[in-house]
């Protein structure tokens, strides 16, 4: 069930036209999107895009000056802090040093006066979830940097608050325990029926754990979807460049012929009502053969001479200048590659794609 794609459905956090200025400058610039329950939702960005600026009117950090945030149908700055069903995770863990594991997991519990055997029961389902048991009695100095990212979750999580705020979680870890902690954190999120809001720069991260991504740029959001529609139907140029590895070939539609014809060669149908003034390409959805004879450029179809070839082990790029003298990159998985006839350096090649696979892009 996807309760963002029924739109009768009422999401649980909504933000309208929330507007947010330091000085002179919008970090954010009327922002409005709906969360539904129990989705993990990605704000996904560039550095000073506003996505951090954003969380932090969420979790009630910044007061917006313009705009509605409502969690649950009720206005979010009415509800006093203390009483929000929100709870933020910071980039820097925030763990007390001078405390145990399980004492940092039970300390929001304390000050909310939970009884002590329901407390105790909370902390030992929150080491578990988080696979800290062994680790309960140390203290932060004690632990590596993935293991505090664990606590700092495990703390975040123990008052099973509603909405759980993410800022960069795992920006300190290494590549692959990053890795393999975005799994833990949808098993996770999965697991206690949450709803998860979570920053990140990083456009793989983001793909990996959520339902959803909302890609910003100066403060205004780029375009909103699930991650195969963000990355398959970018709307614009930024989000094209932005996740991913694409190719924009730029151009211009003639509509007598009903052409979108390429400054680099060779043309695309053009689609209805579409004025692009470019087209996305994905080095992936690009095949690449060898040129027989004499080819010309055509729908679709464009002739170059491959000029460098990078092996990255699951697969390769192609780099390919055409004869307009512009590079266009090619992926492909070297499986594929094992097969077929060897591609070399200064290789003639035709590069050719499904129609569908060009994205055209507005201004
Ligand atoms: P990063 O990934 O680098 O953290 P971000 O996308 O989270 O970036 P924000 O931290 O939301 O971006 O900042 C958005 C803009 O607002 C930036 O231009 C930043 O300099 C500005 N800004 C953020 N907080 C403040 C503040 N407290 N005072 C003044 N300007 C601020």
Redesign the pocket.
């Known amino acids: 069930a996807k309760p963002w794609a029924d739109p009768a459905a009422r999401p649980y956090l909504e933000i309208a036209g929330v507007t947010k200025r330091?000085?002179s400058?919008a970090?954010?610039d009327r922002i409005s999107l709906g969360i539904h329950a129990g989705e993990f939702f990605a704000l996904l960005?560039?550095?000073?895009?506003?996505?951090?600026?954003?969380l932090r009117m969420l979790a009630g950090f910044e007061t917006p000056d313009e705009g509605s945030i409502r969690l649950d149908g009720e206005e979010l700055s009415r509800i006093p802090p203390h009483e929000r069903p929100v709870n933020m995770m910071f980039q820097s863990y925030a763990l007390f040093p001078h405390m145990t594991v399980e004492k940092n997991i039970a300390f929001g519990l304390e000050m909310e006066r939970m009884p002590a055997a329901q407390r105790r029961a909370r902390v030992e389902e929150m080491l578990a979830l988080t696979r800290l048991e062994k680790l309960a009695r140390r203290r932060p100095d004690q632990l590596s940097g993935g293991q505090r990212q664990r606590v700092a979750l495990a703390r975040a999580l123990a008052k099973k608050p509603k909405l759980i705020l993410l800022d960069?979680p795992l920006g300190a870890l290494d590549r692959k325990l990053r890795e393999a902690t975005q799994f833990e954190l949808v098993r996770i999120q999965e697991e206690l029926g949450l709803t998860f809001v979570i920053?990140t720069?990083d456009q793989e991260e983001a793909m990996t754990v959520s339902t959803r991504i909302a890609v910003?740029n100066e403060?205004r959001i780029a375009q909103i979807g699930e991650p195969h529609e963000v990355y398959e139907a970018p709307q614009n140029r930024f989000v094209a460049e932005f996740i991913g590895d694409v190719n924009i070939l730029e151009g211009r539609a003639d509509a007598a012929a009903g052409r979108f014809v390429f400054a680099v060669g060779g043309w695309a149908e053009l689609p209805e009502g579409a004025a692009p003034v470019a087209m996305a390409v994905r080095p992936e959805k690009i095949e690449i053969e060898l040129a027989r004879g004499a080819e010309e450029d055509g729908p679709n179809r464009i002739l170059g001479v491959v000029e460098d070839i990078a092996y990255l082990g699951d697969m390769s790029v192609y780099h390919v200048r055409l004869d307009s003298g512009s590079i266009v990159r090619v992926a492909r998985t070297n499986r594929i590659r094992a097969l077929e006839e060897p591609i070399d350096w200064d290789s003639r090649v035709r590069l050719a794609w499904d129609a569908k696979s060009a994205v055209p892009l507005a201004a």
Do not use: N
């Open positions: 330091f000085g400058t970090a954010v960005g560039p550095s000073g895009c506003g996505k951090t600026t954003l960069e920053v720069h910003m403060g």
